[in-house]
């Protein structure tokens, strides 16, 4: 298969594919977050600070989050399709919108980022830990789903408006297409 035919799929979601029905019109948000209280740790650093702090302070209106792990093929087949082909070469980088906006990758091992390093250095845009999840569990996946990855977030400053869980499949190509539509 071509490079940009690859779809990534894991085991967990019956969300649609795209903003729920019930979103409010004008509103870009599926569900309102207050990102100032979702904290995350740099890896290698061991820097904390909120999400709501890093978007302020690196000018970014939207982050597409991506919860992944070591161990798991498809989350490292979706990073590497992600490098090789979309992060800093999409043409939506180029876009005014696309210069406010991250891919940030959000580790959930509990091992730690120095004992991983030859793995994270493959993938230089996983820049956050979650150990076990327990953030994008509490936050970012829908109540009475349990831990599973892949799950792709995009967030804008007022919480979450879209996300892709590990049972849906969605291609690179059709994760920035969904970006470029969201935003």
């Not at 894991?10 to 019109?25: E, F, I, M, R």
């Not at 800093?88 to 980088?93: D, K, R």
Request: net charge negative; with cysteine.
């Amino acid at each position: 298969l071509a490079a940009s035919l690859v779809s990534f799929a894991g085991c967990a979601s019956q969300l649609k594919p795209y903003k729920k029905v019930n979103t409010p019109d004008g509103s870009g948000v599926e569900e309102e977050l207050d990102l100032t209280q979702i904290f995350f740790t740099e890896l290698f650093s061991g820097d904390q600070f909120s999400v709501a702090e890093y978007m302020e302070s690196s000018g970014k209106e939207h982050l597409l989050l991506m919860f992944g792990s070591k161990g798991c093929t498809s989350c490292n087949a979706k990073n590497e399709h992600f490098k090789q082909s979309i992060i800093g070469q999409h043409s939506f980088f180029m876009t005014d919108q696309g210069k406010k906006f991250d891919i940030i990758g959000v580790n959930t091992d509990v091992e730690p980022a120095d004992r991983m390093r030859t793995y994270l250095t493959q993938f230089e845009f996983i820049k956050w830990s979650d150990p076990r999840g327990q953030n994008m569990i509490s936050h970012f996946v829908p109540p009475g789903r349990s831990f599973g990855v892949p799950v792709i977030v995009l967030l804008n400053k007022r919480g979450i408006v879209f996300r892709i869980l590990n049972d849906e499949k969605a291609s690179a190509e059709e994760i920035m297409a969904r970006v470029e539509n969201a935003i």
